[in-house]
């Protein structure tokens, strides 16, 4: 095996070392070529249909440019064989995904449900797996060791230390996955929303004496068009309300078949058994799983006899009535739980029924630093420094009502009489 060249959109040339490239080809990491990055976005943005792919070779790179500068200019603060490491638990972070990423990472969908990090430590630990097997040729039993304690977390593996910053390049308030999927999610979805300097970003990073790395004054407004770009991205994209409704019709769906295939009214792919119903499921029948064992049966569904499965089928593959939101700006859980008893009995006279109310909660968290967040070189949170990220370290939260669309005024007057405009609060009675 030789290494290659692989070009990407993003980063133009990647390049990849033969025996890194030993990983890549396997058919666990081959899988996320079929998982969509942003699960049911490009119901909004057509163009938003990139994988899980090419993010994790995305975010490969990004580790090693950003571990090659700390070593040019912090001579020995990072070994040749960590930066190495920590470039494989970049690229392999997402290997664990289901199909539609972290939208169909529940236990509404799955009857043997684990997290997308389970998952990918079950398969890197598997002798059964192409990649477990590869991963201990590339690595050994040893340095295979370390990179599991480095995923976790660790402070050592086997006596030796693991520095914290090798960790943050992975997972952290300013790692390489969020750099490579934000500047990836906005290309392909096409957002107007200004964008961040990666390159400036990682030439700002530096290690400082506790280990955990920390950014240089004259790199904080390239931090802050980073902490824009996310808020910007969440609110325009990831928290989009036709995204958010989309995401429920399809767990809906996959939910509704489950039920059906239990009492016998359905039957399923060898796949969808058993992702839906299989609740020994094992990492051998996991990896199997990819978005296009759902795609491939949406068609069917919408002529399927169950009025539910079909209904919510029939919408994802025609796009077409869809539930609408009400119109009511700062809707909270809260007003929500009062307000959707008074709309039940009009969508029930409209001839729908409860299941026609759909709710979504976006909790928007903002910038807040947890146990380390982004520190400059005095040793000061990033929010210390910039009123610009003090506005984005503000939480809120909105909830979304859809209800059919031919009731959608009447709906909508009922909720204003419940929510006063001039009331900060709702009536407790």
Known sequence: MRDRVIRDEIHRDIFVPAHIARLIDTREFQRLRNIQQLATCHYVFPAATHNRFSHSLGAYHLARVLCEHLAEVQPGVISDDDTELVSIAALLHDVGHPPFSHLLETDKVFANFHSHEDWGRMMLESEDTEIGIAIREVLGESRTG????????????????????LKEIVSSQLDVDRMDYMIRDQANSGAQIGGFDSARVIRALRV?????????????????????????????????KVNQLTQEYLVRVLSRAKELAKEGKLSLSASLENMLCNDKLTVQQYVRLTDADINGVLMDWADHEDSILSGYAKRLVSRRDYHKSIRIGELTTEMSSIVIPKLLPVIQEAGFSSDDIIT??????????????????????????????????????????????????????????????????????
């Open 146 to 165: 370390r990179l599991f304690a480095l995923y976790s977390g660790k402070s050592e593996y086997d006596g030796v230390a693991i520095a914290p910053f």
């Open 360 to 429: 979504a909660s976006i909790r928007k968290k903002g910038y807040m630093p947890y146990s380390q967040g982004i520190v400059l070189e005095d040793g000061r949170d990033v929010v210390e420094h910039s009123p610009l990220i003090q506005s984005l370290a503000l939480s809120s939260e909105q909830a979304l009502i859809f209800i059919p669309e031919v009731v959608r005024d009447k709906c909508e007057q009922v909720a204003r009489e419940v929510i006063k405009p001039s009331q900060s609060r709702l009536p407790t009675s």
């Open 208 to 240: 400082g004496e506790n280990g955990h790395l920390y950014a240089k004054q004259w790199g904080l407004p390239a931090i802050e068009a980073y902490l824009v770009t996310r808020y910007h991205l969440y609110n325009q994209v990831y928290f989009h």
